[in-house]
């Protein structure tokens, strides 16, 4: 099962896959939003497209959700394979510094090592099955909030092995009208509270101060300096994403606070001198066409990058390993060894389980995507790409700023 969803909504998908009490997994794709600003990771959503420049890399959005028997036993944001959510997640027990000593080259699966790692700490009792139910539950629903806030995507769904083992399942059913209600909830709070990646900014300190109670300005306080958004809030307090932003909101409309995106230029100073002497990232480009490794090569010197340009696949798979690289960039379309194979070959390596490799593809069906995903791909950026899309996608994935 395939196709738009201009031409099925997600709760239509949701309700045949539940019908059909099908095991397997449902894979969607955003459309990028179009105009003269910055990719919004909710442009597609059903609140207005805005001008504030918030960027979470220039390409799609990818979720993942897991059936068995048409119920839902996990749920993810591809843009999760860095843990962070599940770190946000262990915050609430206080014990998200453990995932620093997990052994993350025992995790099999390259496309669910959230769900491995949960798993890992069940079987080290650092987490009870109670806790760990409670995170696979709430991550479930964070996905289908932002699914049901989507309108414009392309789907699949794979028939398929139920993912394993298995912790627990929530009904379909139960979950489509409440997550309809806090999508609906959540588009009262427009313009002031737009998305859930957006962190708190004090704008009247001594107004608030002087109202609420010392508690809860110090928390603010701590929010704003920290840049805690909305979402890791409600992953922290294990509160629903509506009831943070409802309780925020009036300081917003009061203007004590605004609710700012990560990458508004308004708010944002970068230290480019500083930020180069902490952290060069190192990337690898392997692609056998000369003018774009050259254009690599030129964009991320001139950026602070550490930059290796390898045109050769077959030669890449020695050097890659005495490079240790932050993030490699790898063509699909290669002679005796396509992108495909080699990025396939990388993630049999434990060493480079969990490194981001970005594929750099001429291709723009959605079934090309879905092949780079199913071998390990991190992310692809389709060529040919400019300056800003390159570095937007390696700041997504190193840190690193341009």
């Known amino acids: 099962m395939q196709g738009t969803l201009n031409e099925i909504d997600i709760r239509s998908i949701l309700q045949l896959i539940e019908l059909g009490q099908r095991t397997g997994e449902l894979f969607v794709e ?19 497209k805005t001008l504030v420049p918030y960027t979470r890399g220039v390409s799609e959005q990818f979720w993942f959700v897991f059936f068995v028997n048409g119920q839902i036993a996990y749920a993810a944001d591809h843009s999760q394979s860095n843990l962070f959510r599940l770190r946000d997640y262990l915050h609430r027990y206080k014990i998200a510094d453990q995932l620093n000593h997990l052994p993350l080259d025992s995790i099999e699966s390259t496309n669910t090592p959230e769900y491995g790692c949960i798993w890992l700490l069940l079987a080290k009792n650092i987490l009870t099955p109670a806790q760990g139910r409670s995170i696979i539950e709430n991550m479930i629903q964070e996905t289908l909030f932002d699914l049901f806030s989507l309108h414009h995507g392309s789907f699949i769904f794979e028939m398929g092995s139920a993912i394993a083992p298995q912790l627990t399942t929530l009904e379909i059913g139960i979950q489509i009208p409440k997550i309809i209600k806090q999508v609906q909830q959540w588009k009262q709070f427009y313009p002031q509270i737009q998305h859930p990646d957006q962190y708190v900014l004090l704008t009247d300190e001594e107004s608030l101060k002087s109202t609420v109670p010392e508690k809860i ?21 294990n509160r629903e994403l509506v009831a943070i932003a409802r309780a925020l909101y009036p300081y917003t409309e009061r203007g004590w606070l605004q609710l700012v995106s990560p990458l508004d230029p308004r708010f ?16 690898v480009c392997i692609d056998d066409d000369i003018t774009i ?26 050097q890659v390993f005495e490079i240790e690289p932050d993030l490699i960039l790898c063509d699909i379309a290669m002679p ?35 092949r780079a995903r199913m071998v390990g791909a991190t992310d692809y950026l389709t ?13 997504k994935y190193t840190g690193c700023r341009e």
Do not use: H
């Open 30 to 48: 955003a459309y990028p939003s179009t105009g003269n600003f910055a990719l919004n990771k909710f442009s597609c959503s059903p609140w207005p």
């Open 217 to 237: 300005y110090l928390n603010l306080s701590q929010w704003a300096e920290e840049k805690t958004t909305l979402r890791q809030l409600s992953r922290y307090l």
């Open 268 to 283: 944002t100073k970068v230290d480019k001198a500083l930020e180069n002497q902490l952290f060069f990232p190192k990337i």
């Open 293 to 318: 490794r050259k254009n690599v090569e030129n964009i991320l010197q001139e950026n602070g990058y550490q930059v290796t340009i390898i045109g050769e696949p077959l030669q890449a798979l020695s």
């Open 336 to 370: 005796k060894l396509d992108g495909y194979e080699l990025c396939a070959m990388l993630r049999q390596s434990t060493v480079f389980r969990q490194i981001p490799i970005i594929m750099l593809t001429g291709q723009e069906t959605f079934i090309d995507r879905v």
């Open 383 to 395: 060529k040919p790409f400019g300056r800003s899309e390159l570095l937007l996608l390696l700041e």
